[in-house]
């Protein structure tokens, strides 16, 4: 999870490629604030979790269009969504992150995750006290 600032605030535990997210999040039994806004994407799709509001891109209906106020609405949802994935492709600039991790031992891989997340954070705190 990340704030629209780009910081990083919560990371899960690391997972294969081919664990779907929304398994990810109904193992994790995450707890939220209540009246927390969650941005998802399809993703995600049936995952609701108590006391959030729910921010989901419309789908198109199938043979039909989309109304204008649900296109406006889908726009400003990807525009903060995009912040979110920008703040994981700076996170995976760090090669320990982007590439195969072969050394599984004392939980080396998820250590790896959260050092490259601090140093994402550290290079947006440094960046806004300038």
């Known amino acids: 999870m990340s704030l629209p600032d780009l910081r990083i605030v919560w ?3 690391t997972c294969e490629g081919k664990i779907h997210d929304k398994n990810i999040c109904d193992k994790e039994n995450l707890r939220f604030p209540k009246g927390i806004c969650l941005w998802q994407d399809g993703g995600f799709l049936g995952y609701k ?12 209906p199938r043979g039909r269009d989309l109304s204008r106020t649900q296109k406006q609405q889908n726009k400003e949802i990807s525009s903060f969504r995009v912040k979110v994935e920008h703040a994981i492709g700076r996170v995976k600039i760090l090669r320990i992150v982007k590439e195969r991790y072969r050394c599984h031992k004392l939980f080396f891989d998820d250590l790896g995750f959260e050092i490259a997340c601090g140093l994402h954070n550290f ?6 006290t300038i």
């Open 49 to 60: 979790p108590e006391n959030v509001i729910i921010k989901m891109p419309a789908r198109k």
């Open 11 to 13: 990371i899960s535990q």
């Open 123 to 128: 290079r947006i705190t440094a960046r806004l």
